[in-house]
Nanobody, 126 residues
Framework: QVQLVESGGGLVQAGGSLRLSCAAS??????????IGWFRQAPGKDREFVAA????????IYANSVKGRVTISRDNAKKMMYLQMNSLRPEDTAVYYC?????????????????WGQGTQVTVSS
């Protein structure tokens, strides 16, 4: 069982920045075995893909809606993953979730990720 806990959410004005963090714990032999994804879910909306990074940090994927404004990264030694978000917009308002998968395809989907955190709220005011 892999346990993920997000932090770093909050209230920011449009154009501002936030860095979300996700800490992994539990029974994991090698954190580097997992691909990591970030997803978000706004009220009344489906959970949508934001960004993902593969096991070796050699490949990243971003949703078109955030491309150029966010950066995903990971620190396998610390069992941490991050989502740096800049130039935030009101439409970025959502609960953000980190998730882990044993693999990463070219089009990450919610169903591809077996382990999920509890989410952290990001609110962007206009």
């Amino acid at each position: 069982q892999v346990q993920l806990v997000e932090s770093g959410g909050g209230l920011v004005q449009a154009g501002g920045s936030l860095r979300l963090s996700c800490a992994a714990s539990g029974r994991i032999f090698l954190f580097s075995n997992y691909a990591i994804g970030w997803f978000r879910q706004a009220p009344g909306k489906d959970r949508e893909f934001v960004a993902a990074i593969n096991r070796g940090s050699t490949s990243t994927i971003y949703a078109n809606s955030v491309k150029g404004r966010v950066t995903i990264s990971r620190d396998n030694a610390k069992k941490m993953m991050y989502l740096q978000m800049n130039s935030l917009r009101p439409e970025d308002t959502a609960v953000y979730y980190c998730a882990a998968s044993y693999g990463l395809g070219s089009a990450p989907d919610v169903a591809d990720f077996a382990f999920w955190g509890q989410g952290t709220q990001v609110t962007v005011s206009s």
